[in-house]
């Protein structure tokens, strides 16, 4: 907590003063701690040298939990402080780490301050939303003090004090606290308290400044919810790990390939041994149907052999195809008679016409043409 005029307040753990925190509504006098459940914690003041004692009879700090009405004090008179002419020259410490209680109601023993967890149940009876509102909280005061005699002398009990353990489920939405603060009995055996007959109070003047420090403990998530503390870095990488991890990386993609590539070639040769009995029986069908065409170009040479009239020809390869269909028919030459004197193949009358060849091949091909009748008048003019 911030030091005012020469007064420090801090929360020990261990020894150790806990680490503060800003509060984030910038109120310089309030400070975060980080709670862990299960951790003893001391309340400390510490007036330092050059603080002015002016004279006061004593220096005084007192302290409540959770703004419960049980009050802690620690006092210490002037008279055993190392001062000069009202200025102190040695710090004083004054801490207070638990409350002397009976333990199984006999031996006195001290109960020592702790942070704990919160409970939840799941009611809210008989629970006053106050105490809630109270939770999470130390508050400290320091001041030179005088005494005064009290009225009704104080006698310690030696009961333990009742925190607020559980909190109903419904009241606990949306706050910010999970901790609270628990008394843990101790091993050490003390002596009986003596009773109380004397109360300190803030001197006159100036000399009785009262400095108070509020101080909130928050568990490590709220902080970091709040913005006391960062959010919790990445962890530096590994790089043997990360190393491993990529050696493994490659050996089982490595091995999948492998596997991958098997398949690959075992489809393939599936495909070939598929392939090669397609063929087979291809082979097997071409062979049949080439009988088939040989019979029926037989067939066609066969009919279409008396139709060229004594004409033979040699049938070479190339003309396969064409034995299979019936040849072409060729135009049929006419042959005009306008004369009177009628001429027949053999020419006029009287004399021969040569032949030709192409005249030859049309004969045999065209059907013989029909003579024309002559017609002779035999009538008599007489």
């Given at each position: 907590m911030p030091c005012t005029d020469f007064v420090d307040a801090r929360i020990l753990v261990d020894g150790q003063p806990l680490e503060e925190y800003q509060d984030p509504d910038n109120d310089d006098n309030v400070r975060y701690i980080q709670a862990k459940a299960g951790q003893t914690f001391v309340v400390q003041v510490t007036f330092?040298?050059?603080?002015?004692?002016?004279?006061?009879?004593?220096?005084?700090?007192?302290?409540?939990?959770?703004?419960?009405?049980?009050?802690h004090i620690v006092y210490a008179f002037s008279k055993s402080l190392v001062h000069r002419k009202g200025v102190l020259t040695r710090e004083l410490r004054l801490s207070h780490d638990g409350k002397r209680v009976k333990k199984d109601n006999r031996q006195w023993t001290k109960a020592?301050?702790?942070?704990?967890a919160l409970g939840i149940e799941p009611t809210k009876d008989a629970f006053s939303p106050d105490k809630l509102n109270s939770l999470g909280k130390l508050t400290i005061r320091a001041f030179m003090a005088k005494t005064m005699q009290r009225e009704t002398p104080y006698s310690n009990d030696g009961a333990m004090p009742v925190v607020v353990d559980t909190v109903p489920e419904?009241?606990?939405?949306?706050?910010?606290?999970?901790?609270?603060?628990?008394?843990?009995?101790?091993?050490?055996?003390?002596?009986?308290?003596?009773?109380?007959?004397?109360?300190?109070?803030?001197?006159?003047?100036?000399?009785?400044?009262?400095?108070?420090?509020?101080?909130?403990?928050?568990?490590k998530e709220i902080l970091q919810h709040l913005g006391c503390i960062p959010r919790s870095p990445s962890p530096e990488p590994d790089h043997a790990l990360i190393a491993a991890h990529t050696e493994q990386m490659l050996k089982l993609e490595k091995e999948a390939r492998r596997k991958q590539n098997l398949e690959i070639l075992r489809l393939r040769q599936e495909l070939e041994q598929t392939r090669r009995c397609g063929d087979s029986r291809e082979s097997s069908t071409t062979m049949v149907g080439d009988d088939d065409a040989v019979s029926q170009e037989n067939e066609i040479n066969v009919k279409v052999e008396p139709q060229q009239r004594g004409v033979k020809r040699e049938r070479g390869d190339d003309e396969e195809l064409q034995g299979l269909m019936p040849p072409p028919k060729r135009p049929v030459p006419m042959i005009e008679l306008d004369n009177d004197d009628e001429q027949d193949e053999t020419g006029p009358r009287?004399?021969?016409?040569?032949?030709?060849?192409?005249?030859?091949d049309l004969q045999q091909l065209a059907p013989p043409q029909k003579k024309m009748p002559i017609l002779v008048d035999l009538t008599n003019d007489d």
């Amino acid at each position: 907590m911030p030091c005012t005029d020469f007064v420090d307040a801090r929360i020990l753990v261990d020894g150790q003063p806990l680490e503060e925190y800003q509060d984030p509504d910038n109120d310089d006098n309030v400070r975060y701690i980080q709670a862990k459940a299960g951790q003893t914690f001391v309340v400390q003041v510490t007036f330092l040298p050059g603080f002015q004692l002016q004279w006061a009879p004593s220096l005084y700090f007192e302290f409540w939990i959770d703004d419960d009405p049980l009050r802690h004090i620690v006092y210490a008179f002037s008279k055993s402080l190392v001062h000069r002419k009202g200025v102190l020259t040695r710090e004083l410490r004054l801490s207070h780490d638990g409350k002397r209680v009976k333990k199984d109601n006999r031996q006195w023993t001290k109960a020592l301050f702790t942070f704990g967890a919160l409970g939840i149940e799941p009611t809210k009876d008989a629970f006053s939303p106050d105490k809630l509102n109270s939770l999470g909280k130390l508050t400290i005061r320091a001041f030179m003090a005088k005494t005064m005699q009290r009225e009704t002398p104080y006698s310690n009990d030696g009961a333990m004090p009742v925190v607020v353990d559980t909190v109903p489920e419904e009241l606990m939405k949306g706050r910010l606290i999970k901790n609270n603060i628990k008394y843990t009995a101790s091993d050490e055996v003390l002596d009986a308290p003596e009773g109380v007959f004397q109360d300190f109070v803030p001197v006159a003047g100036d000399a009785g400044t009262v400095y108070t420090f509020e101080c909130k403990y928050r568990n490590k998530e709220i902080l970091q919810h709040l913005g006391c503390i960062p959010r919790s870095p990445s962890p530096e990488p590994d790089h043997a790990l990360i190393a491993a991890h990529t050696e493994q990386m490659l050996k089982l993609e490595k091995e999948a390939r492998r596997k991958q590539n098997l398949e690959i070639l075992r489809l393939r040769q599936e495909l070939e041994q598929t392939r090669r009995c397609g063929d087979s029986r291809e082979s097997s069908t071409t062979m049949v149907g080439d009988d088939d065409a040989v019979s029926q170009e037989n067939e066609i040479n066969v009919k279409v052999e008396p139709q060229q009239r004594g004409v033979k020809r040699e049938r070479g390869d190339d003309e396969e195809l064409q034995g299979l269909m019936p040849p072409p028919k060729r135009p049929v030459p006419m042959i005009e008679l306008d004369n009177d004197d009628e001429q027949d193949e053999t020419g006029p009358r009287g004399t021969k016409r040569p032949r030709d060849e192409d005249d030859d091949d049309l004969q045999q091909l065209a059907p013989p043409q029909k003579k024309m009748p002559i017609l002779v008048d035999l009538t008599n003019d007489d």
